[in-house]
């Protein structure tokens, strides 16, 4: 096979692979991302999105070998970069999740997400003002950030800012209706307040849609 017609076959197993994640079928993707590999073994996109695959599946060792390939030198994949921050925030390695993460910013300055997940790791580990900066960072990048805006309501909710903390809560449940940690934020947070009345519609929503978004990735089988 030529040069040309092997980068196309290449590109176009590349797309039958995102194809076949998006129906769900990804075992056959696994598999479709490997084919591709053998015509273009330095394909950073297939071996990170490989990577996801089989992280998903529960082969962290084998994901984070992947991952490792891609997020360094010639590569230098944030993607790779993000996704090891999560794998080791996972597994309990906050120091090795926290590396990952600042590379992956560096590699990628806009990127919201490793803001958002490196603010979350900061809250836990106990540094608000720093989880703080991170996320006013991150919705400066993406403004309509679900997730940045309930943990920044969370941080204003611990310092007795509760009106900040409302605000930024409905914003999140604005962004994202059907989001079930926006909504439960919202309740939780309600209750907290003596508006119980008003927090049940909310937990009500949020286990609705907890539910659908089980039975949309196969929950119930």
């Known amino acids: 096979m030529n040069m040309d017609k092997s980068k196309k076959a290449q590109r176009a197993l590349y797309r039958t692979a995102i194809d076949l994640v998006e129906m769900g079928k990804s075992e056959l993707a696994e598999e479709t991302y490997k084919l591709a590999l053998e015509l273009d073994p330095d394909d950073y996109r297939s071996i990170t999105n490989l990577a996801v ?7 962290q060792a084998e994901a984070e070998e992947l991952y490792l390939k891609t997020a360094h030198p010639p590569f230098y994949d944030e993607h790779a970069m993000f996704n090891l ?18 590379r992956a910013i560096v590699a990628y300055p806009r990127y919201f997400e490793a803001y958002v997940n490196l603010a979350v790791l900061k809250q836990t580990l106990g540094n608000d003002q720093e989880a703080e900066a ?3 960072r991150a919705l400066e990048i993406e403004p309509r950030d679900v997730i940045a805006n309930f943990e920044l309501a969370n941080i204003y909710r611990k310092r007795g800012e509760f009106f900040e903390a409302e605000m930024l809560y409905r914003s999140a449940v ?3 209706p059907q989001n079930p940690h926006a909504l439960y934020n919202l309740a939780s947070f309600l209750v907290e307040r003596g508006r119980e009345n008003e927090a049940q519609e909310y937990f009500d929503l949020a286990y609705q849609c907890d539910v659908e978004g089980r039975l949309k990735q196969g929950g119930h089988k």
């Open 53 to 59: 695959i089989i992280y998903k599946a529960g082969r």
């Open 85 to 102: 921050g999560y794998l080791y925030s996972r597994q309990g390695k906050n120091d090795k999740a926290e590396i990952w993460y600042r």
């Open 134 to 136: 991170l996320l006013r």
């Open 174 to 176: 604005d962004l994202g």
